[in-house]
């Protein structure tokens, strides 16, 4: 696992796998709830994203319960890959789920060993957890694994 300051956007087009983190929470629509951080980020560059992600969770039964991670079925021409460190969006992130994401992401790159991946540094920012309680569960990612931190994340963990 390799620590990254910065945006995670620049590297978007040259990853293998782009992870944004999320929940299982689902609007009256069938979308998945993208309304902050990486999510809201990614739902606007990709509108049909959250419906995208929504069928998917509910085609797992997985509405308002634990998935994971979610990795398009286009893969590698769809590189997104949903991220799961929480339940409910109004709630923080637990490092339970972390963990079990983190799980499924080594179980992923068991198969794609070569593969590039970049992933926000989950569950800090809007899902409440600081860098310290999340990086035991990281640190055993390969080093093919970037996850990255930006200065709005720093700022906020200085002001909690």
Not at 102 to 126: E, K, N, S
Request: with cysteine.
């Amino acid at each position: 696992m390799q620590l990254v300051n910065g945006d995670i956007w620049s590297v978007y087009e040259e990853t293998d796998l782009f992870c944004i983190t999320t929940n299982s929470t689902l609007k009256r629509t069938g979308d998945l709830v993208m309304g902050a951080g990486i999510a809201l980020q990614a739902a606007q560059r990709f509108p049909m994203l959250p419906g995208a992600l929504g069928a998917a969770i509910r085609m797992n039964g997985c509405a308002s319960r634990f998935y994971g991670l979610l990795v398009s079925p286009r893969w590698p021409t769809a590189k997104i890959a949903a991220f799961q460190t929480k339940i409910d969006w109004r709630k923080p992130s637990t490092t339970h789920f972390i963990a079990t994401s983190v799980d499924q992401l080594c179980a992923w790159l068991a198969d794609h060993p070569t593969a590039r991946v970049d992933l926000p540094f989950p569950g800090i920012g809007h899902g409440g957890l600081t860098p310290a309680q999340v990086m035991p569960i990281i640190a055993r990612l390969s080093d093919n694994v970037h996850i990255w931190t930006n200065d709005e994340q720093e700022q906020h963990h200085a002001t909690v």
